[in-house]
């Protein structure tokens, strides 16, 4: 049986090397006797897959990916690019879109995430008041929420873009939604989500307390009052751990990459099963304990192959289980 080959997108500057943002996991992957090759990211994500796998030996067997997150659509003009040169990615295009999108991934994860509803858009256009108000009244018509594309949110700007107080204010919901989707701009991806906001234990210790704060005096972080806690949470980030899932088995369980410093131990029963059932090879699941101690949440959920890496943590058996899977 031949070994998995692992790709990465090369330095734009140096199309010899590999994009010095994932240098460190190439290196590493050749000290455990893998082999590395370079894609053009570029190439790929202008929609020029050919081209973006044109240093590709022929024949060049079982492929994983490693690498910057391509849209869905990019990502199966790279496989069939792939396939055409005798390559193999060991993820197939509906097993990356059910991964990496939330509505891929939500049926089975119902439950076990915060209650969501979505809107498919057309280009960068917000969704209109009505289509709002439907998405609003299937999460329940009121309480707070929070809003991202079926990939990722502007948390960087939460009180801007990203966290809906009450979602009974549909003026408010909707000037939110739309400065996120004018933010997005043409990397929109899919569609608008409307999450319900759940309280999660913050940075700084179980409900937020303990640790030096940060968001002038706000004692009501874990209290209970969720409108309250949302408006720090922008400030003070949920804690959560990243666990990296081959062929069902947690192989990796880190920090999430914002936070690498912050270690954290989930309680993965639950999830294994979920995972299993949704029957991807090779994903990450984002996990954070509810503020209550009720228990652990699934954030969110992404494909192994473009979930980044924390700094500094460890990826060796990571790695060495990719090219030997
Ligand atoms: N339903 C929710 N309730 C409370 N907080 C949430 C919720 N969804 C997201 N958050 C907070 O917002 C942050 C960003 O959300 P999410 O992870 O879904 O988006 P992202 O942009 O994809 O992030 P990542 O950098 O992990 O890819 C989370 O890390 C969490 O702190
Ligand atoms: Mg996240």
Not at 203 to 226: F, I, Q
Not at 244 to 250: E, K, S
Not at 283 to 300: H, K, M, N, P, Y
Request: overall charge negative; some cysteine; charged content about 20%.
């Amino acid at each position: 049986m031949p070994v998995p080959s692992i790709l990465f997108p090369a330095d734009p500057l140096n199309p010899r090397r590999p994009d010095p943002h994932f240098a460190w996991e190439a290196r590493l992957i050749r000290e455990l006797g893998g082999e590395n090759l370079l894609v053009d990211h570029d190439a790929l994500l202008a929609g020029h897959a050919e081209a973006a796998v044109r240093w590709l030996p022929r024949g060049c067997g079982p492929l994983w990916y490693r690498g910057w997150m391509l849209p869905s659509a990019r990502y199966a003009e790279f496989a069939a690019a792939l396939t055409a040169r005798g390559g193999n990615l060991l993820t197939s295009p509906p097993g990356y879109a059910s991964a990496h999108e939330l509505p891929g991934w939500y049926g089975v994860f119902e439950g076990a995430t915060p209650p969501s509803a979505w809107i498919p858009t057309t280009g960068a256009l917000p969704p209109t008041p009505e289509e709002l108000a439907e998405a609003v009244a299937r999460l329940g018509g009121s309480g707070p929420a929070i809003v991202k594309d079926y990939v990722k949110s502007r948390k960087h700007e939460w009180h801007e873009a990203c966290y809906l107080p009450e979602l009974a204010d549909l003026a408010a919901v909707g000037r939110v939604v739309r400065r996120f989707v004018e933010l997005q701009g043409e990397f929109l991806a899919g569609g608008v989500v409307l999450r319900r906001y759940e309280e999660f234990e913050r940075e700084g210790g179980p409900n937020g307390a303990g640790g030096p704060d940060r968001n002038g005096g706000d004692a009501a972080v874990g209290t209970g009052s969720a409108g309250a806690a949302g408006a720090a949470g922008g400030e003070r980030r949920a804690v959560e751990a990243r666990v990296w899932w081959l062929d069902g088995r947690p192989v990796l369980v880190g920090p999430h990459p914002d936070a690498p410093h912050l270690q954290v131990e989930p309680e993965l029963t639950e999830v294994s099963a979920l995972v299993r059932r949704l029957g991807c090879r090779f994903v990450t699941t984002d996990l954070a304990s509810r503020a209550d101690g009720s228990g652990w949440r699934v954030v969110e959920v992404g494909d192994g192959q473009v979930s980044d890496l924390p700094r500094g943590i460890d990826a060796s058996g990571l790695l060495a289980s990719l090219i030997a899977a």
